[in-house]
């Protein structure tokens, strides 16, 4: 059953056509990576898929929401869906608490006292139980982007979308925000990740989508990494390693 899908999508930026009929689904529990060179479109449908971006053609439905619908629920939407960038975005004026009780008092109009709880479960899931008191600039960058991504279980969403969230940050600490992931993939998290990190991909996606110049070059399941059927998947992953 699938949860996301992009038929034949079309995104331009003026007169620069930047995905062109792109059509990928990811079903329920199932881990994508989204794989291809820098400016080969891979943020791009991301921002589509949350409406970030409003595509010039084609369709994607998530959730049962019709993202190119004009009258789409963006709230409802954003509810269902958790984005998670390399910069983090947390406010630096704000306790990690706080940072994570915002969205639910704000938009969800969650009770304190429940709002709290929740900061606190979804702390102790990404291993940070003890920084609720901690402001931003008091931990480290992976344990800022552990808590950003805290922020968005906070909302209860039904997919995530990550976009290079390893990407700034050293090794040591690249493995922390990985094995965050991959716990969340194991409780049965629907996500699509755009990662370099290969080595991730091979072990945790399902599926993986390789874009190239604006297209879907190639996909299929995580084989495709050790025998790609493309000279350009083929040198993607030589580059990569
Ligand atoms: P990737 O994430 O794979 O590196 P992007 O989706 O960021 O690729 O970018 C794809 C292409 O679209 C690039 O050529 C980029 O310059 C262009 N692009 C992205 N966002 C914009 C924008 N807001 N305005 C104009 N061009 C853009
Ligand atoms: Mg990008």
Redo the contacts with the bound molecule.
């Keep these: 059953m699938s949860i996301i899908t992009l038929n034949n999508v079309q995104k331009s ?2 007169e ?1 056509s ?1 995905l062109n009929d792109v059509s990928f689904s990811v079903d329920k529990g199932q881990v994508v990576a989204l794989i ?10 991301l921002r589509c898929i949350d409406r970030l971006e409003v595509i010039n053609g084609g369709s994607i439905e998530v959730c049962g929401h019709r993202v190119d619908d004009p009258h789409l629920d963006l709230r409802r939407l954003r509810q269902d869906v958790g984005i998670v960038f390399q910069s983090y975005n947390l406010f630096p004026h704000l306790t990690i608490e706080q940072n994570i009780t915002l969205g639910p008092l704000s938009v969800k109009k969650q009770p304190k006292q429940d709002a709290r709880r929740l900061a606190h479960s979804v702390l102790e899931q990404v291993g940070l139980a003890d920084k609720a008191e901690s402001y931003p600039e008091q931990l480290s960058g992976g344990q800022q982007q552990r808590a950003a991504i805290a922020r968005s279980l906070a909302m209860k969403p039904k997919v995530m979308l990550f976009d290079e969230v390893t990407s700034a940050l050293d090794p040591k600490l690249t493995g922390e925000v990985l094995r965050v992931i991959e716990r969340l993939a194991g409780s049965g998290m629907t996500m699509i990740m ?1 990662t370099h990190e290969m080595n991730f991909a091979r072990r945790i996606a399902d599926k993986v989508v390789f ?1 190239h110049q ?1 297209r879907v070059h190639e996909s299929g399941d995580a084989s495709i990494l050790q025998q790609p059927a493309t000279s350009e998947l083929q040198d993607f992953i030589s580059n990569e390693l």
Excluded: D, H, Y
Excluded at 40 to 45: L, P
């Design positions: 930026f003026g620069i930047v291809g060179a820098s400016g080969s479109g891979k943020s791009t449908a755009v874009m604006g």
